[in-house]
């Protein structure tokens, strides 16, 4: 199975400030990579998918880049509610498919 | 409202069996994939099964095959799982969620349930 590695696993920031995690696919997924953010006691939310397209509904503070093995999400500014756990999800190898490890983004 | 509503879940001892249903609405059911995604406590998400709009192509994550079984009958908009031999392990709390595209094969998902609890104990 393909494996995803988030970097870095958790980080501390400011509202306001740019943030950036990484995924690294163990092979290359083109640009079948998803992103989401979960809050504690809730559902995943789908943020990016297709590794750049922005799900409806989410701000534009929010972006995604990559493709191949390496991709990233953004946030350009951080907001107060953004403070969540990030996880990628690659879906090139239907139907087996597999989630990062997990980016855990507390106030600094 | 697009919905997915979980149950099935509880506390079952290691070896025993537990069937999970998702109750959709809100959507046309039969036009999207669907999977089972779980998270153990304090843990990250792992995807469990996947099963597309028209029960053709199935697949599971190597720690359940052979003992967990996905189904779906559209007719009544519900998802299943089934799972046997239970371990500690498996213990978590198991999603349900929904493909992003219509008959799409490789996808995100866009909806998810609030989950169903099950704990694997003696």
């Known amino acids: 199975a393909i494996q995803l590695t988030q970097s870095p696993s958790s980080l501390s920031a400011s509202v306001g400030d740019r943030v950036t995690i990484t995924c690294r696919a163990s092979q290359g997924i083109s640009s079948a990579l998803a992103w989401y953010q979960q809050k504690p006691g809730k559902a995943p939310k789908l943020l990016i998918y297709d590794a750049s397209s922005l799900e409806s509904g989410v701000p534009s503070r929010f972006s995604g880049s990559g493709s191949g093995t390496d991709f990233t999400l953004t946030i350009s500014s951080l907001q107060p509610e953004d403070f969540a756990t990030y996880y990628c999800?690659?879906?090139?190898?239907?139907?087996?498919?597999?989630f990062g490890g997990g980016t855990k983004v507390e106030i600094k | 409202e697009v919905q997915l509503v979980e149950s099935g879940g509880g506390l079952v001892q290691p070896g025993r069996s537990l069937r999970l249903s998702c109750a959709a609405s809100?959507?046309?059911?039969?036009?999207?994939?669907m999977h089972w995604v779980r998270q153990a406590p304090g843990k990250g998400l792992e995807w469990v099964s996947g099963i597309s709009w028209n029960s053709g192509s199935i697949g599971y994550a190597d720690s359940v095959k052979g003992r967990f079984t996905i189904s779906r009958d559209n007719a009544k908009n519900s998802l299943y799982l089934q799972m046997n031999s239970l371990r500690a392990e498996d213990t978590a709390l198991y999603y349900c969620?929904?493909?992003?595209?219509?008959?799409?094969?490789?996808?995100?998902?866009?909806?998810w349930g609030q989950g169903t609890m099950v704990t694997v104990s003696s």
């Open positions: 999800q690659q879906f090139n190898s239907y139907p087996r498919l597999t």
């Open positions: 809100g959507f046309t059911f039969d036009d999207y994939a």
């Open positions: 969620a929904k493909g992003l595209r219509i008959f799409g094969y490789k996808d995100a998902f866009d909806i």
